[in-house]
């Protein structure tokens, strides 16, 4: 599902080993030495045997060793999107804990890269100047500490009350719903004592912590990628880097798998279980009050990343390369540097040096800047990245992309809650079960694609295109899966302003109901919900215990709005059509697969749409881009968009709190309908791609045609690469 996980760590990447100096290595293209001889090799040796004074007193130690490196690093990444994943998983509880609208909550969602996007851009200028291991194990420790935050508004608020019809002062019982005649009505607002200042500040600073703390995480988490990677780039063997970093990859993707399973175990558990009240709780998971234990996550995986961080305290700054990494590139140096070599046209060393020096550009220069002479190079570069249209088309496509992939994973647990009337902890188990590997395997089989079908450019966008339209098409069936909203007494089909009482059964005007309470009983003859039992005439209520471990069920009796004044059961009515709830889930895990094989592909054509010696701060701009268009609003656009489909408010001191019910068609519709429009400009942007490329490759072959073969080597460089360098270029990516 959410595919620009990996994305974006290729894409740190990339920028990380752009910027050259950055590494240990240090080594700039243009002062290579003469001659292969260990004295004269000014920082690969630094880098490796001179790192330590005695690097054989060394080797034994485990921080010395770059496997143990990726080790951590596989697990300090893992457990840090379990921590920014995990909100995701319980956005649906928190909002009934909290009382938050769901564009409030995306708004607390796309907060986790407010901070990342205002520092990623400077980690490139800043990474040839720290000590990269400590740095990363600073930014896990502020991430652990993010995630103990984001618990804090559990401890400080007060015990969760399921039934909010009660004042503060008594103890929770189903007495209180019932329809009371000689109980004086209690007025339709809510009174001024529940709204005083103190309510409405405990709000906000609930809602004001968990912005901080989701701010703090994305902070945290800025220097783990890319410090990381380019460190295992940096001291690794050539040969085995590509490995290691695969194995990053996926122990990063299986991240997000994680949070949504820790949530699906999490939100079983009753959300105040370190305070029970006497006596025990009524409530099962699949009652519409129920809140499950959303703190508890964030708290074991916030522990997990505290204890991946311990070992980034004592690696080295630099260690030794991998065994025989110097030796074969002094052999390597020796060819280009011997006389034969250079052949009697080269230019002199110095020129050729000062050429490649040039020829890297702004990503070689990175480390010689100053703060100030960086910020002033970096709109020129932005803008004339920005003018390559396949650069400027394909980033579109992966922002439409990022878009879709952002509201997916903030909203669909919700979604599947309200279209399906299934638990929390059943939706967080589809999506970690289903979703997310899928979004695995598409990535892969985009990359199996690519290699072994040496792909160039054109052949990229035409895969690309053929995803999209596919995973557009597979989203068609979406719009008729799913359950039309069943028929709750005085509540308006359709999105409207808060009902009077008067939309209310006359029966129940002698009854004292609040006009906040909620706990739903359902009518079995008729399958109609109503609000309380209140509302439906109940007097009296009756427990029947289970003959099994199970709850017992709850009946409310003698109810004057029931036909026949029948009894009604405790809970919402059961939905009519929940077994749809997995074809859903694996039609969207097929448009799923097919929206991630573009991912490689994509990635590949950014590389080559732009200029060698852009293509490092090509690919920061992207996840900026990225970032700023998609991960941020997204999430919000997504919320706004489901609370229009609101059909009834729960109040909290005027104000709308979190909705009770929906009119489940027109969510359906937004819902998916958002996400068609977002595949649908992914499916245009990459039709535009294919349409240049088509262009560009006619416009090659008549210059080579018109010109002959070689005569315009810097035309037929600038459109695409000849097939042996398009190889070597597919396998070292």
Same mark, same amino acid.
């Given at each position: 599902?959410?595919?620009?996980?990996?994305?974006?760590?290729?894409?740190?990447?990339?920028?990380?080993?752009?910027?050259?100096?950055?590494?240990?290595?240090?080594?700039?293209?243009?002062?290579?030495?003469?001659?292969?001889?260990?004295?004269?090799?000014?920082?690969?040796?630094?880098?490796?045997?001179?790192?330590?004074?005695?690097?054989?007193?060394?080797?034994?130690?485990?921080?010395?060793?770059?496997?143990?490196?990726?080790?951590?690093?596989?697990?300090?990444?893992?457990?840090?999107?379990?921590?920014?994943?995990?909100?995701?998983?319980?956005?649906?509880?928190?909002?009934?804990?909290?009382?938050?609208?769901?564009?409030?909550?995306?708004?607390?969602?796309?907060?986790?890269?407010?901070?990342?996007?205002?520092?990623?851009?400077?980690?490139?200028?800043?990474?040839?100047?720290?000590?990269?291991?400590?740095?990363?194990?600073?930014?896990?420790?502020?991430?652990?500490?993010?995630?103990?935050?984001?618990?804090?508004?559990?401890?400080?608020?007060?015990?969760?009350?399921?039934?909010?019809?009660?004042?503060?002062?008594?103890?929770?019982?189903?007495?209180?719903?019932?329809?009371?005649?000689?109980?004086?009505?209690?007025?339709?607002?809510?009174?001024?004592?529940?709204?005083?200042?103190?309510?409405?500040?405990?709000?906000?600073?609930?809602?004001?912590?968990?912005?901080?703390?989701?701010?703090?995480?994305?902070?945290?988490?800025?220097?783990?990628?890319?410090?990381?990677?380019?460190?295992?780039?940096?001291?690794?063997?050539?040969?085995?880097?590509?490995?290691?970093?695969?194995?990053?990859?996926?122990?990063?993707?299986?991240?997000?798998?994680?949070?949504?399973?820790?949530?699906?175990?999490?939100?079983?558990?009753?959300?105040?279980?370190?305070?029970?009240?006497?006596?025990?709780?009524?409530?099962?998971?699949?009652?519409?009050?129920?809140?499950?234990?959303?703190?508890?996550?964030?708290?074991?995986?916030?522990?997990?990343?505290?204890?991946?961080?311990?070992?980034?305290?004592?690696?080295?700054?630099?260690?030794?390369?991998?065994?025989?990494?110097?030796?074969?590139?002094?052999?390597?140096?020796?060819?280009?540097?011997?006389?034969?070599?250079?052949?009697?046209?080269?230019?002199?060393?110095?020129?050729?040096?000062?050429?490649?020096?040039?020829?890297?550009?702004?990503?070689?220069?990175?480390?010689?800047?100053?703060?100030?002479?960086?910020?002033?190079?970096?709109?020129?570069?932005?803008?004339?990245?920005?003018?390559?249209?396949?650069?400027?088309?394909?980033?579109?496509?992966?922002?439409?992309?990022?878009?879709?992939?952002?509201?997916?994973?903030?909203?669909?647990?919700?979604?599947?809650?309200?279209?399906?009337?299934?638990?929390?902890?059943?939706?967080?188990?589809?999506?970690?079960?289903?979703?997310?590997?899928?979004?695995?395997?598409?990535?892969?089989?985009?990359?199996?694609?690519?290699?072994?079908?040496?792909?160039?450019?054109?052949?990229?966008?035409?895969?690309?295109?053929?995803?999209?339209?596919?995973?557009?098409?597979?989203?068609?069936?979406?719009?008729?899966?799913?359950?039309?909203?069943?028929?709750?007494?005085?509540?308006?089909?359709?999105?409207?302003?808060?009902?009077?009482?008067?939309?209310?059964?006359?029966?129940?005007?002698?009854?004292?109901?609040?006009?906040?309470?909620?706990?739903?009983?359902?009518?079995?003859?008729?399958?109609?919900?109503?609000?309380?039992?209140?509302?439906?005439?109940?007097?009296?209520?009756?427990?029947?215990?289970?003959?099994?471990?199970?709850?017992?069920?709850?009946?409310?009796?003698?109810?004057?709005?029931?036909?026949?004044?029948?009894?009604?059961?405790?809970?919402?009515?059961?939905?009519?059509?929940?077994?749809?709830?997995?074809?859903?889930?694996?039609?969207?895990?097929?448009?799923?697969?097919?929206?991630?094989?573009?991912?490689?592909?994509?990635?590949?054509? !950014? @590389? &080559?749409?732009?200029? %060698? +010696?852009?293509? *490092?701060? =090509?690919?920061?701009?992207?996840?900026?881009?990225?970032?700023? $268009?998609?991960?941020?609003?997204?999430?919000?656009?997504?919320?706004?968009?489901?609370?229009?489909?609101?059909?009834?408010?729960?109040?909290?001191?005027?104000?709308?709190?979190?909705?009770?019910?929906?009119?489940?068609?027109?969510?359906?519709?937004?819902?998916?309908?958002?996400?068609?429009?977002?595949?649908?400009?992914?499916?245009?942007?990459?039709?535009?791609?294919?349409? !240049? @490329? &088509?262009?560009?490759? %006619? +416009?090659?072959? *008549?210059? =080579?045609?018109?010109?002959?073969?070689?005569?315009?080597?810097? $035309?037929?460089?600038?459109?695409?690469?000849?097939?042996?360098?398009?190889?070597?270029?597919?396998?070292?990516?």
């Amino acid at each position: 599902m959410r595919s620009s996980l990996l994305l974006a760590t290729v894409g740190d990447n990339t920028a990380a080993r752009g910027f050259g100096t950055v590494s240990g290595q240090g080594e700039p293209v243009g002062k290579e030495p003469p001659t292969p001889d260990k004295a004269t090799m000014p920082s690969e040796d630094t880098a490796g045997e001179d790192a330590s004074p005695a690097p054989q007193d060394l080797r034994p130690s485990v921080f010395y060793n770059i496997k143990f490196f990726v080790l951590c690093h596989s697990l300090l990444q893992l457990t840090q999107l379990m921590v920014s994943g995990y909100l995701k998983s319980s956005i649906s509880t928190v909002e009934k804990r909290f009382g938050l609208s769901s564009q409030t909550s995306g708004l607390l969602a796309s907060f986790n890269e407010v901070g990342n996007t205002t520092l990623i851009v400077f980690v490139s200028y800043f990474g040839s100047r720290v000590h990269r291991p400590r740095l990363i194990g600073c930014g896990a420790v502020l991430v652990a500490l993010a995630g103990l935050l984001m618990t804090l508004p559990h401890f400080l608020s007060e015990p969760y009350r399921y039934d909010h019809s009660n004042p503060e002062d008594t103890p929770q019982d189903v007495q209180a719903s019932l329809c009371l005649p000689t109980t004086p009505a209690p007025a339709l607002a809510p009174s001024n004592s529940s709204c005083s200042s103190y309510t409405e500040n405990r709000h906000l600073t609930v809602v004001g912590i968990m912005l901080t703390a989701q701010t703090l995480l994305g902070v945290g988490g800025v220097p783990i990628q890319p410090f990381g990677i380019s460190y295992i780039d940096d001291f690794a063997h050539h040969s085995n880097s590509p490995f290691y970093l695969g194995i990053l990859f996926a122990a990063t993707m299986m991240g997000p798998g994680l949070s949504f399973g820790l949530g699906s175990l999490m939100l079983r558990l009753y959300v105040d279980i370190n305070r029970m009240p006497e006596g025990g709780i009524k409530l099962t998971s699949k009652d519409p009050r129920w809140v499950g234990a959303w703190w508890l996550g964030f708290l074991i995986s916030a522990g997990a990343v505290a204890l991946a961080a311990i070992p980034y305290f004592f690696f080295p700054r630099e260690m030794p390369k991998e065994k025989h990494e110097l030796h074969f590139r002094r052999k390597l140096l020796t060819i280009a540097t011997s006389p034969a070599s250079k052949g009697e046209d080269s230019p002199p060393e110095q020129s050729l040096g000062e050429s490649q020096k040039k020829q890297d550009g702004l990503a070689q220069i990175a480390t010689d800047l100053t703060v100030i002479q960086f910020i002033k190079v970096f709109p020129k570069v932005l803008l004339r990245t920005l003018r390559h249209p396949i650069f400027l088309l394909v980033v579109l496509s992966q922002v439409c992309m990022s878009s879709m992939a952002a509201g997916i994973a903030t909203f669909l647990p919700k979604f599947l809650e309200r279209q399906f009337s299934i638990t929390a902890s059943y939706a967080n188990l589809l999506i970690g079960s289903l979703v997310i590997p899928s979004a695995i395997v598409g990535i892969v089989v985009g990359g199996v694609l690519v290699k072994r079908l040496h792909m160039g450019p054109l052949r990229c966008g035409i895969l690309c295109l053929l995803g999209a339209l596919l995973g557009l098409g597979l989203s068609m069936p979406l719009f008729f899966t799913g359950c039309s909203s069943h028929r709750i007494a005085g509540i308006a089909q359709r999105p409207a302003m808060q009902p009077e009482p008067g939309l209310f059964p006359s029966c129940m005007e002698a009854c004292s109901c609040p006009a906040d309470g909620f706990n739903p009983v359902c009518d079995p003859s008729t399958h109609v919900e109503y609000i309380t039992p209140c509302h439906a005439g109940c007097t009296s209520q009756v427990v029947q215990e289970a003959t099994d471990k199970s709850q017992p069920q709850v009946l409310y009796t003698n109810c004057s709005c029931v036909e026949g004044s029948g009894p009604v059961l405790g809970g919402s009515c059961d939905s009519a059509c929940s077994y749809l709830v997995l074809p859903f889930m694996l039609l969207a895990s097929a448009g799923t697969v097919a929206f991630s094989i573009t991912h490689t592909p994509s990635f590949m054509l !950014i @590389l &080559r749409g732009v200029k %060698k +010696e852009d293509k *490092a701060l =090509a690919v920061g701009i992207q996840f900026m881009l990225l970032r700023v $268009l998609a991960w941020m609003p997204s999430p919000v656009i997504h919320g706004s968009a489901i609370d229009t489909t609101c059909v009834h408010w729960a109040l909290s001191c005027g104000r709308r709190a979190v909705c009770r019910y929906y009119d489940h068609d027109l969510l359906r519709t937004r819902f998916i309908g958002l996400q068609f429009f977002f595949k649908t400009g992914t499916m245009v942007c990459f039709a535009l791609v294919v349409a !240049i @490329l &088509r262009q560009q490759d %006619k +416009e090659a072959s *008549a210059a =080579a045609t018109v010109s002959g073969p070689g005569s315009n080597p810097g $035309l037929q460089q600038k459109l695409l690469l000849s097939e042996p360098e398009r190889k070597r270029e597919d396998s070292r990516l």
